[in-house]
């Protein structure tokens, strides 16, 4: 079987045995919100997101695909770890990321195989305008016969148009699933449209993954993403621009976040703080937000939480946190794509009136989400417009002091 997209002609090979078992592997997902973390996370991470809908995305740590894959082996065959993984090689971050012309390490692609694990492709940075590339990673894929495409691309690939229509195009032609991994928007790309670009993606005919990325990913799962995976901490909810993927906050910021854990405010849609969650409690003590219904909370207020002792309180938050975000991915993955959108857009815009309400930052994923999904347009002729009775015998019958008794 061969094909053309923009003068490029593929060749599919060896799809006939391995392609079935790749499918059935992407049908385990079954819109599953993964957790995302590094190597040296892999214990906590599985402690917490081992149950039903959940499941592990492993990034490998500082190149160090060996280690990565020992601890992916010791994970499934001694800790029987049961919910679905993928391994990320990560090649497109740090000072010497590789571009998407690379090819896939087939070390890497055979290892994957040899766990029985979903073949996630080894991909390199996807550069606005690089077609070639883009082209290069879905042939590949196909190639392979039974591998998600990785595809980390700059924005622009879903912001712009042009690009949008013609990315959407090459991956249903080519037809193998994709994991995309978005580099976070800067001038002049709008970040609106890359959630409308998205929103698009997601709606083509082949299985689409949302990997390292924020609250988002319930926004994407809603959408009809078949797997989204949220970073367990800040530097895995997004890829940042520039070739070292560094944060533009700098290394005290993140060293500040490494040392405060962060608190999923589950009206909020966004993270805190545990310093300032206990200072807004302390500011705002009656808001019915600070109470919560998830497992490790148990019906108690988040003052439990954040005043526990410093050396077990990390646990305890993560794992309050991964309960809001199982709690949320259920009520967001309903059958209709439509509804699920709307209800995450109203979800959006009531997360952001609870930041206002105790003073806390704006979110702009919040904005560019309601921005993004469009609700129906409701027409007049739906509305029912009450009568106005013109009959002086019926004009003013009933008063409000005599109300209309029921017929005898």
């Given at each position: 079987?061969?094909?053309?997209?923009?003068?490029?002609?593929?060749?599919?090979?060896?799809?006939?045995?391995?392609?079935?078992?790749?499918?059935?592997?992407?049908?385990?997902?079954?819109?599953?919100?993964?957790?995302?973390?590094?190597?040296?996370?892999?214990?906590?991470?599985?402690?917490?997101?081992?149950?039903?809908?959940?499941?592990?995305?492993?990034?490998?740590?500082?190149?160090?695909?060996?280690?990565?894959?020992?601890?992916?082996?010791?994970?499934?065959?001694?800790?029987?770890?049961?919910?679905?993984?993928?391994?990320?090689?990560?090649?497109?971050?740090?000072?010497?990321?590789?571009?998407?012309?690379?090819?896939?390490?087939?070390?890497?692609?055979?290892?994957?195989?040899?766990?029985?694990?979903?073949?996630?492709?080894?991909?390199?940075?996807?550069?606005?305008?690089?077609?070639?590339?883009?082209?290069?990673?879905?042939?590949?894929?196909?190639?392979?016969?039974?591998?998600?495409?990785?595809?980390?691309?700059?924005?622009?690939?879903?912001?712009?148009?042009?690009?949008?229509?013609?990315?959407?195009?090459?991956?249903?032609?080519?037809?193998?699933?994709?994991?995309?991994?978005?580099?976070?928007?800067?001038?002049?790309?709008?970040?609106?449209?890359?959630?409308?670009?998205?929103?698009?993606?997601?709606?083509?005919?082949?299985?689409?993954?949302?990997?390292?990325?924020?609250?988002?990913?319930?926004?994407?799962?809603?959408?009809?993403?078949?797997?989204?995976?949220?970073?367990?901490?800040?530097?895995?909810?997004?890829?940042?621009?520039?070739?070292?993927?560094?944060?533009?906050?700098?290394?005290?910021?993140?060293?500040?976040?490494?040392?405060?854990?962060?608190?999923?405010?589950?009206?909020?849609?966004?993270?805190?703080?545990?310093?300032?969650?206990?200072?807004?409690?302390?500011?705002?003590?009656?808001n019915g937000m600070w109470h919560c219904g998830c497992p490790t909370c148990g019906g108690r207020d988040l003052t439990w939480?954040?005043?526990?002792?410093?050396?077990?309180?990390?646990?305890?938050?993560?794992?309050?946190?991964?309960?809001?975000?199982?709690?949320?991915?259920?009520?967001?993955?309903?059958?209709?794509?439509?509804?699920?959108?709307?209800?995450?857009?109203?979800?959006?815009?009531?997360?952001?009136?609870?930041?206002?309400?105790?003073?806390?930052?704006?979110?702009?994923?919040?904005?560019?989400?309601?921005?993004?999904?469009?609700?129906?347009?409701?027409?007049?002729?739906?509305?029912?417009?009450?009568?106005?009775?013109?009959?002086?015998?019926?004009?003013?019958?009933?008063?409000?002091?005599?109300?209309?008794?029921?017929?005898?």
């Open positions: 079987m061969s094909w053309r997209v923009g003068g490029v002609r593929f060749v599919a090979q060896d799809r006939d045995v391995r392609s079935t078992g790749g499918q059935q592997r992407i049908g385990d997902l079954d819109r599953s919100l993964l957790l995302q973390c590094r190597t040296s996370q892999v214990t906590q991470a599985a402690e917490v997101a081992d149950r039903p809908g959940s499941g592990l995305v492993v990034t490998v740590d500082r190149g160090n695909q060996r280690g990565c894959l020992a601890r992916a082996r010791h994970l499934l065959e001694v800790d029987h770890y049961r919910q679905p993984v993928l391994l990320d090689a990560a090649r497109y971050v740090g000072p010497d990321r590789l571009t998407a012309s690379v090819s896939f390490d087939d070390r890497w692609i055979g290892a994957q195989r040899d766990l029985g694990l979903p073949v996630l492709t080894d991909s390199g940075y996807l550069a606005p305008a690089d077609t070639a590339g883009c082209l290069g990673i879905l042939e590949r894929a196909a190639r392979l016969g039974d591998a998600i495409a990785l595809l980390p691309m700059h924005p622009a690939w879903l912001a712009d148009p042009t690009a949008r229509q013609h990315l959407v195009r090459y991956v249903e032609v080519v037809g193998v699933p994709v994991a995309i991994v978005v580099e976070r928007a800067v001038a002049p790309v709008d970040p609106v449209e890359v959630v409308r670009g998205l929103l698009e993606l997601l709606r083509c005919a082949v299985p689409v993954l949302l990997l390292r990325a924020d609250l988002a990913a319930l926004g994407a799962l809603g959408s009809g993403a078949v797997a989204a995976a949220v970073g367990l901490d800040p530097t895995l909810r997004g890829l940042d621009p520039g070739p070292r993927g560094s944060d533009p906050r700098g290394a005290e910021w993140r060293r500040q976040s490494a040392g405060t854990p962060s608190v999923l405010i589950r009206q909020c849609l966004s993270y805190q703080s545990t310093v300032e969650v206990e200072a807004a409690i302390r500011r705002y003590p009656d939480l954040v005043r526990r002792p410093d050396a077990g309180r990390a646990g305890l938050v993560l794992r309050h946190s991964v309960d809001v975000l199982l709690g949320l991915r259920a009520e967001m993955t309903g059958p209709c794509v439509q509804l699920n959108q709307w209800s995450w857009r109203a979800r959006c815009a009531t997360a952001t009136s609870r930041l206002r309400e105790v003073g806390w930052e704006r979110l702009p994923m919040l904005t560019h989400w309601q921005e993004a999904i469009t609700l129906p347009a409701i027409s007049r002729l739906s509305i029912p417009v009450p009568r106005r009775s013109t009959s002086p015998t019926t004009s003013g019958r009933f008063s409000r002091a005599d109300p209309p008794r029921a017929g005898r």
